[in-house]
């Protein structure tokens, strides 16, 4: 296998990198050993800093069906609404009025500049709203402005022959972009748009600072509820599910990037476009 | 109104911090992601399972949770940092990730014909990495690498729930003490960050179609 940075190996490279990985093997592992007899040291692995987790099943509902629970709620309402908003944006964004497409430009632009957690803020503490509506508010605000960045850029990356011949066959403008441009943009955007829904789950995570009690609060009161001394197995049992829970997800935007869009002309879009936008 | 004029200074420090936590997790993070990315595009397996472990792990993870570890749970096995630094850390760890991905995806987005012509008129490693494929690498990598800083600029306002005041911990602080100004006061702090990430996100459009047609 050739690629950019070197050709395939002949025998002498070949060892040469099989040495190689051999030490830098060598030297991660010994970095974890040597991290696991620390922790081991200061008794992270006893018994006594695991047992609320299989002593009784009470730690597992009050993480996974509370915790994660109301983490998958806010993200569920959330992605919903943000992804019928956003190609309602979309459509108003890319319209040939100036007066629909110029405030749309405006609200993607502002909404896309401001951090998430300050979004949240303005609903809780400027409208008075409850701490359910201020999370699921902010983060719609936020992921309807990308998801209709995302759909415009599906939409340009079409060939300019889909909207000709719609308007050819006598669409209007309004029906070309409905019908015909922004289902293909969907289906070609279908990686980027999921992975946006793993950013927004991610971003559930701000209830934690503004106190709606998802799956990392959760993991706060356990620790307050336990005690200090099961801080560490707590935070690795909700890593794991958190990163259980985006990885399959992620691993879903990937299979569907690979099988590519056959409905959509012209194949999925150049990856290089999409990196940096789902930080 | 009065309640954010005359507390300019409050917010001349939250935006400082802002500022600082943002370039200087911004030049971690560019160091180790350059550095992972390296890792992951090198012909030597466990350096790119490692990259590829790191990534996978840290991008499919809450920045939240990672503010979380270096706050709560570090402490509790010796690791014990200043809060802004925890919140430097966990920036630097979490956007590296992103980084990382970014300059793989620009040196994959070289042509391999590039190099492969580069080594047939005898260049060396060196030579072919410095004159060929890194300078084509670094066009298609500063746009998404500018969209990446904004996203930290934004990210960096999680700090605020881990006792860093930074620009999102003043505005709480504020309307803490004038509820009536809430909106005002909220807006004063939109618009230090719409001055970071507006001109930014232009920049890295433009920069975006200038390197589309250079090609």
Redesign the interface.
Known sequence: M??????T?GPR?RRR?AI???V??VL?AAVLVLAAI??NQ?G?FDSNRWDIFYEDTETWEALIRRGLGATLRAAGVAAAISLVAGAVVAVARMSHLPWVRMPAAALI??F???????LI??IA??LDASIFTAVVGGLVLYNSAVIAEILRAGIQSLPGGQREAALAVGLTQGQTLRMILLPQAVRRMLPSLVSQV?VLL?????G??VGYAEL?RT??EL?DFFG?RY??SI?IV??VI??GV??SL?RFATYLERRGSPKAAGGPPP???Q???N? | MDSVIDNLDLYWDGFQTTLQLTLVSAAFALVLGTFLGACRVSPIPTLRGFGTVYVELLRNTPLTLVFFFFVFVAPQVDLKFPFFTSALVALSLYTAAFVCEAVRSGVNSVGVGQAEAARAIGLTFTQSMAQIVLPQAFRTVVPPLINIFIALTKNSSIAAGFFTTELVAVSIRLTNRFPSDTIVILLGIAACYLAITVPAGILATRLERKVAFAR
């Open positions: 050739s690629v950019v940075l070197f050709d190996p490279a990198v190689w990985s051999v830098a093997g991660i620390r922790l200061r992270i632009e502002l896309r500049g401001l951090p998430v957690l300050l803020l303005f503490l400027g793993v991610k971003d559930t995570s701000l934690f600072i990392l993991s706060r620790r200090s801080i560490f935070f909700t890593a958190y990163i985006n990885y992620s990856l290089v476009v990196e940096g936008r930080v």
